[in-house]
């Protein structure tokens, strides 16, 4: 019986191939789902759904005109000062307007018992609206159940 070795010059230099494309590969696993409810033709709706999607949430989007996407705002209960041009909904949350991914990350490691979160209008260097590196002021707000709202987390003026 002739003795022969398990691994050979040709098998050590495919497993090394194969573990190294293997590492080298963009292997991202499906984030949180988020459906967006948007303006019809927004733009800037468009770029925060680009935006999540490069930080890996998995997105959904409608686009609903006018009264239906008032209709719908009110439905799942968007405060009216809070609005924004899109709403999203995740694991039961609700995110108004240009909402950081890093928020909406704490918001589903904290799981408070609200609403969800809002960024009222349309802060100039939030997701979505143009660079962060000149970002005016604006604040991320959690929505209490009874319609109240609080600092979730405050960015300042870049």
């Known amino acids: 019986m002739t003795n022969t070795p398990l691994l050979t010059r040709r098998t ?7 573990v190294a494309t293997f590492a080298a590969s963009p292997v991202r696993s499906a984030g949180p789902s988020i459906h967006v409810v948007k303006g019809t ?4 709706c468009n770029a925060w759904v680009a935006y999540l999607r490069d930080e890996g949430f998995t997105v959904t989007d409608e686009e609903r005109y006018g009264t239906l ?3 719908y705002k009110a439905e799942v209960g968007v405060p009216q000062r809070m609005i924004s041009c899109h ?7 609700v995110l108004e307007g240009h909402v950081p991914a890093a928020d909406i990350r704490r918001l589903l490691e904290e799981r408070p018992d609200a609403i969800g979160l ?4 349309m802060p100039y260097g939030s997701p979505g609206m143009g660079p ?3 970002r005016e002021a604006y604040d991320v707000l959690l929505i209490g159940r009874d319609g ?8 300042l003026a870049a």
Not at 41 to 44: L, P, V
Not at 87 to 93: A, Q
Not at 118 to 121: D, K, L, T
Request: aromatic residues 8%; glycine residues 14%.
């Open 12 to 18: 050590m230099l495919l497993s090394g191939l194969a």
């Open 41 to 44: 033709g927004c733009e800037c």
């Open 69 to 71: 996407l008032m209709t």
């Open 87 to 93: 709403t999203g909904m995740i694991e039961g949350y």
């Open 118 to 121: 809002a960024v009222p209008g």
């Open 132 to 134: 962060e590196d000149s």
């Open 148 to 155: 109240s709202t609080e600092v979730f987390t405050r960015y």
